[in-house]
């Protein structure tokens, strides 16, 4: 990997896009002092991610965005494009571009091709490159000495950066964020799983009573549905059996009724007006016919008598009296015939027929032998007479007949009436048998509304005594043996007195427990995926820290070693060596020879333990330098270029190990003087084999060596121009 491509536009003296491109090997930026060599360096700072001000040379964020006399722009932007060879980064980019913008209210935003990302993106991305804004790639301006000066804390990090781990370390860091956080969370779970657990505990107590109660409640629900099924079942099975047996005695009423009518429509029949009205009619004429016969009778008798008399005027006394007799009897006769005709229109009922009938013929018999004592005296009737006893014989007959008639009339009705009584008879036990049969049917339809009564009865039972109303939907309809329906009302009574044992509890305990339940393990899933999130976190710390221990002991002791190297090259030799240290411990002399390495390693392994970064600041790094024919124990005693020369051995050792892509070295070389630059320069083309370098220097040792040529300028409108210039190596 390489820098191919610098793109600039806004930042500081950069007024115009500008555009530098490199190739691999030694290019120098060259030109006076003020035309922005300086700011390139710290426009490539500031893409990696700089956020003080005072390291870039500004005091306000929008001192970075340029503003000319004529000419003020909104917003700044550098973008630096790096040519991933050998898969480098260990990604599928061919190329990888990382720039910064900054806009006039103080924005900033962060690119990786062409994607907007976070700060703590650029930083992790670019050191798995082995470079950084912190690191040794880009040393600028009074830096050199600064590494030697520098506080434990920012020789740390330049170290972290050297060594290679600082992207373990900010992995390291993340991780140990993301464990207190954790472990913080982990507290607030616990301590609000405390407060939730003493009212789960209550809840989870209530829940168990009442699932043992709604248990109760179904086995009750169950009996009751049997038992009042069972019970209903009977009452129905009961009410159908009725309905069938009143349908029945309904039918049996209806047909009683219809014979009672029939029987009713006979004796109407028998007692209807025709008969009557017949014997009436005969009645009437027998009457006439009595009335008639009486006339002639009377005929008969007077012309009898005068015939008597005419025959027999001298007749006896005795004659007298029998006459008179007759007389008397004709009298009696006609008075009984008189009172006989006044029953007749007085008759009410069919048996005082007969005896006017007796009657009649007692009147018959009396005027039969009136008519045989008159018979015995013979005299010749008259004319008249004769045709009277003719009438009278005619008359006689009709009478006869009438009779006759009437006694049909009267047998008929007799046997009308005989048929009468028994048709009422008859109706009479088929009225009994309708009244039997009406009654049984009243009481049927009483026992019917009686059991209408107990299924109300049951209904209102079962409301009151069954908690759940829905029970009268799902009756069982099976119908229990006596000995079933006890059990299951025993059975009830038992449940009845275990519901009662329970104390009540709130219906909205149930989704209350849900809700506690809920957060109860949330809480605990919370808590379990914490305590995993931890254990996982400090197995990745303690993963971290043995790769950082590793990473760093390895390449701080390759570090310690080159620089010793380079050391001995720049002053010819001399010794120099780097030792971790605890701060208040003695110190033993650290460039002996024979110095026990194992004690500096096992140091060295208790500096990258697992401590805080608080716990971290007793830990420092000591830099001993010894240059040849002198006895220097401290860097303070050092002259200027003899610290020079110990910071760019230091550096050039860190750039042996770590092979970063580019280098950029802002005059490193101001304070060495001609034989030193050769052999800077010399230290540098061996490392150009491997390392892109990007020099700005006034030194022309170095730019002989370079292999592209940049030329800065600044014309009158205060914009850095670039010029560039591919030097011919002779």
């Not at 935003?109 to 050191?127: A, C, H, M, W």
């Not at 956080?181 to 009212?199: G, H, M, Y």
């Not at 805080?612 to 220097?632: C, H, L, S, T, Y």
Request: charge should be positive; proline fraction near 2%.
């Amino acid at each position: 990997m390489y820098l191919e491509k610098i793109e600039i536009f806004g930042f500081k003296s950069f007024g115009q896009r500008v555009k530098l491109k490199f190739t691999k090997g030694i290019a120098c930026l060259i030109g006076p002092n003020g035309v922005g060599k300086s700011n390139f360096v710290e426009a490539i700072r500031w893409a990696l991610g700089e956020q003080s001000l005072k390291t870039i040379r500004s005091r306000k964020s929008e001192d970075i965005i340029f503003s000319g006399r004529q000419k003020r722009l909104n917003f700044a932007e550098v973008f630096l494009y790096l040519k991933n060879e050998n898969s480098h980064l260990q990604s599928s980019f061919q190329e990888l571009v990382v720039g910064r913008k900054i806009f006039r209210n103080g924005e900033n935003e962060y690119f990786i091709n062409g994607e907007k990302v976070r700060l703590q993106d650029i930083i992790f991305t670019v050191s798995k490159a082995n470079f950084g804004l912190k690191s040794y790639s880009v040393i600028g301006q009074g830096m050199v000495d600064s590494i030697l000066y520098s506080s434990p804390l920012e020789r740390r990090e330049f170290f972290a950066e050297a060594t290679g781990i600082k992207k373990y370390q900010l992995k390291r860091k993340e991780a140990v964020i993301k464990l207190k956080k954790s472990q913080e969370n982990l507290r607030q779970a616990l301590v609000a799983l405390k407060e939730v657990e003493p009212r789960m505990h209550f809840l989870t107590r209530q829940i168990r009573k009442l699932a043992k109660r709604q248990k109760i409640e179904k086995d009750l629900f169950e009996q009751q549905r049997k038992y009042y099924g069972s019970k209903k079942f009977r009452l129905e099975k009961e009410e159908a059996e009725l309905k069938k047996e009143v349908v029945k005695k309904k039918e049996e009423v209806n047909k009683k009724l219809q014979e009672l009518k029939a029987f009713q429509e006979k004796i109407n029949f028998f007692s209807s007006d025709q008969s009557s009205l017949k014997f009436n009619q005969l009645q009437k004429e027998y009457q006439a016919s009595l009335e008639k016969r009486k006339k002639i009778m009377e005929t008969i008798s007077v012309l009898k008598t005068e015939m008597i008399f005419k025959s027999s005027k001298n007749e006896t006394l005795e004659a007298q009296r029998k006459l008179k007799e007759i007389e008397l009897t004709l009298e009696d006769i006609l008075i009984e015939q008189e009172n006989l005709m006044t029953r007749l229109g007085q008759i009410k009922k069919i048996e005082e027929i007969k005896e006017i009938q007796q009657n009649f013929l007692k009147i018959i018999e009396k005027t039969k032998l009136l008519l045989n004592i008159l018979q015995e005296k013979k005299c010749s009737p008259s004319p008249q007479l004769k045709i009277v006893e003719e009438d009278l014989k005619f008359l006689e007959e009709k009478i006869k007949k009438l009779e006759i008639d009437l006694a049909q009339i009267l047998k008929e009705e007799e046997d009308k009436r005989k048929e009468v009584i028994r048709q009422q008879k008859e109706i009479q036990r088929i009225q009994d048998s309708f009244t039997q049969l009406n009654l049984s049917l009243k009481e049927k339809e009483i026992e019917l509304a009686k059991l209408e009564t107990k299924k109300e009865d049951l209904k209102e039972e079962i409301k009151r005594d069954c908690f759940d109303q829905q029970i009268l939907t799902v009756l069982e309809n099976k119908l229990l043996s006596p000995a079933e329906e006890e059990e299951a009302f025993l059975k009830i009574k038992k449940l009845k007195h275990q519901l009662e044992m329970i104390e009540a509890i709130d219906p909205n305990i149930a989704q209350e427990y849900e809700e506690c339940l809920q957060r109860y393990n949330f809480l605990s899933s919370q808590i379990n995926d914490l305590n995993k999130a931890i254990n996982s976190l400090e197995k990745i710390k303690k993963t971290l820290d043995g790769k950082i221990k590793q990473e760093f002991l390895s390449n701080f002791n390759k570090i310690n070693h080159e620089f010793e190297k380079y050391f001995k090259i720049l002053f010819k030799g001399g010794l120099a060596k780097l030792v971790l240290r605890e701060k208040g411990k003695k110190e033993n002399e650290p460039l002996n020879k024979d110095q026990n390495n194992l004690a500096i390693q096992e140091s060295q392994e208790e500096f990258l333990s697992e401590k805080d970064e608080e716990e971290k600041e007793d830990w420092f790094i000591e830099i001993f330098a010894r240059p040849p024919g002198k006895k220097i124990k401290t860097l303070e005693t050092l002259s200027g270029g003899e610290r020079a020369l110990t910071s760019l051995a230091l550096i050039f050792a860190i750039l042996k190990i770590k092979n970063p892509p580019f280098v950029v070295l802002d005059e490193v070389d101001a304070a060495l003087d001609e034989i030193n630059s050769l052999r800077f320069a010399e230290i540098i083309k061996n490392l150009a084999k491997k390392i892109q370098f990007i020099i700005i220097t006034h030194n022309n040792t170095i730019m002989e060596i370079a292999d592209f040529v940049y030329g800065l300028t600044m014309k009158a409108d205060n914009i850095t121009h670039l010029v560039s210039l591919k030097l011919e190596k002779v």
